[in-house]
């Protein structure tokens, strides 16, 4: 890479974007995001339906049909074409449910009736003379008891009223019979003193039709006397083998699951609109208004720690094309730690031949060292550089010029200084201090480290004033306004990172930078991946 001139950058305000159709993925982007939020809602919910399914008693229910007739005088009679309308069935439905037949249940189970009431239930099918009668308890037998005797009730009360109706009927019908039968008498007495003459044949003619009335009431009270009361018959008594438990218990644990996972939604959607973070390149286009200059991935596997090289060193590419020496860079964020983003462009920057300074004033700079050694180690070959030819293992024959093999030289049984000489005017051979020296023959200082044709060394920000690259591990912007006063005195990158950075932390950041006159070169966004 090498240094050019920095071009111009957008550094207004966030362009208006185009409005986009929202897609399923766009709906299901934040719960996915809210992952935890969903399922811990979720398992409160299963918990919930758990508890109530091991904690409250399963109910028993037992049904009773009763088939329900209308009151009629002569039974062997044709019914009608309304005959299905003869009896209304709400008001039956009403009567199975009065207070006559809760209190009777009650006395009977030794109940409260408002606990009588709850658990007893009556359906009326549509178009049809029908009761069916439902009733829920804790245990069967009580269950088949309390849904025959609710139709047995309903049936008695119902008996009972028709009998008052038809008790009031012929006593009203025994009334007339007497006051007809006093007159047919009175006309009688005086027919006997009249009788032959004009007026007796009047009285006669009145006692004529005195005795037809007479006849009209007894006959009609005989029809009333007849009529058969019963109110219909119980056609399906309530037993231990037909009783069913109330509901499908598992189902209780489904509903709990769907349920909570719903409420963790809607959680999530409320949780997200009050605390926005940036999701994607338009999120943070649209909080900086900065332009982009790379993403930085990690590995597929979740949780590893490591950023993609290749990455990394696209963004350096793309920093190195927009500052010149001396540079003075700061990495800054709002709330997050960008040492591993830092070291990663150091040692992608020094890889190319650059001597690049780190500066950190947190107490990082062992942290900064660790990774670029790490990073280092991951260089890719450089195939520029010559290959390092091989030791030949000791005591194997050295090729002569002509392609015969020399004689191979026996090794001395002293080494050099280990036999004193006899020479007086021999000399002192002093062995040569090497230092320290990395393969392409400069000398490295104990501070610096090598990587690939360039350096990296680590300081205080201080420390760098006399380098031409300078890289500042800023502290977080929000806590720490010392990577904005760095900034003034050169550019400033900003590291997103995604799914943590706030949309309104990232705003405020970079109107920090604007108010302080600081033209930042533009954005990275990180984790641009599952980790």
């Known amino acids: ?117 709850g658990a007893l239930e009556v359906e009326v099918p549509t178009g049809g003379q029908i009761l069916r009668f439902t009733y829920q308890a804790g245990d069967a037998q009580r269950a088949v008891q309390s849904a025959n005797l609710a139709a047995q009730a309903y049936l008695d009360v119902r008996r009972t009223m028709y009998e008052q109706q038809r008790a009031e009927m012929l006593r009203s019908y025994d009334t007339s019979i007497t006051k007809v039968a006093a007159q047919q008498a009175a006309l009688q007495k005086r027919a006997s003193t009249v009788k032959g003459t004009a007026a007796g044949d009047a009285v006669v003619a009145e006692l004529a039709g005195i005795n037809n009335q007479l006849t009209q009431l007894n006959s009609a009270r005989t029809e009333i006397a007849a009529v058969d009361v019963n109110p219909g018959w119980v056609t399906q008594t309530a037993e231990k083998s037909l009783a069913t438990s109330a509901g499908h218990r598992p189902l209780y644990l489904v509903a709990g699951l769907l349920g909570g996972a719903l409420i963790g939604i809607v959680l999530a959607y409320a949780w997200e609109s009050a605390d926005r973070r940036v999701r994607s390149v338009a999120d943070g286009r649209d909080a900086t208004g900065l332009p982009l200059l790379g993403t930085v991935r990690r590995p597929a596997f979740r949780g590893s720690p490591r950023a993609v090289d290749a990455d990394v060193r696209y963004v350096a590419m793309a920093v190195a094309e927009r500052v010149r020496p001396p540079a003075r860079v700061a990495l800054l964020s709002t709330r997050e730690d960008a040492t591993a983003l830092t070291a990663g462009l150091a040692v992608a920057l020094a890889a190319d031949g650059r001597e690049v300074f780190v500066a950190d004033d947190s107490g990082r700079t062992e942290r900064l060292r660790a990774t670029v050694l790490a990073d280092r180690g991951r260089l890719p070959i450089d195939p520029s550089r010559p290959l390092v030819p091989k030791p030949r293992p000791a005591g ?32 002192l051979t002093i062995p040569r201090v090497s230092s320290a020296r990395p393969d392409n023959g400069r000398v490295v200082d104990p501070d610096e480290v090598s990587v690939g044709v360039g350096s990296v060394r680590f300081g205080t920000w201080r420390q760098g004033a006399d380098h031409g690259l300078v890289l500042f591990n800023a502290p977080p912007a929000e806590s720490d306004e010392r990577g904005v006063a760095v900034a003034r005195q050169g550019g400033a990158v900003v590291i997103v990172e995604r799914d943590r950075t706030r949309q309104s932390d990232l705003r405020r950041l970079v109107e920090r930078l604007r108010a302080a006159g600081v033209t930042p070169l533009g954005f990275v966004l990180t984790r641009n991946g599952r980790a």
Request: hydrophobic share 45%; charged share 15%; proline share 12%.
């Open 1 to 117: 890479m090498t240094d050019t001139t920095p071009g111009s950058w957008p550094t207004g305000g966030p362009s208006p974007a185009t409005p986009g159709a929202v897609t399923l993925t766009d709906l299901l982007r934040v719960p996915m995001h809210r992952l935890r939020l969903v399922g811990a809602v979720a398992l409160v919910g299963l918990l919930a339906a758990l508890g109530y399914v091991l904690l409250v008693p399963a109910a028993v229910t037992a049904n009773a049909v009763v088939a329900v007739r209308p009151v009629v005088t002569d039974a062997f009679t044709p019914s009608g074409a309304g005959a299905d309308r003869a009896v209304n069935m709400n008001v039956e439905s009403g009567i199975a449910t009065g207070t006559e037949v809760v209190q009777r249940l009650a006395d009977a189970a030794g109940g409260h009736p408002r606990d009588v009431r």
């Open 396 to 427: 194997s024959p050295a090729p002569a010029a002509g392609g015969e093999a020399a004689a191979p030289r026996r090794p001395s049984p002293h080494p050099p200084g280990a036999r004193p000489s006899t020479d007086a005017d021999a000399t």
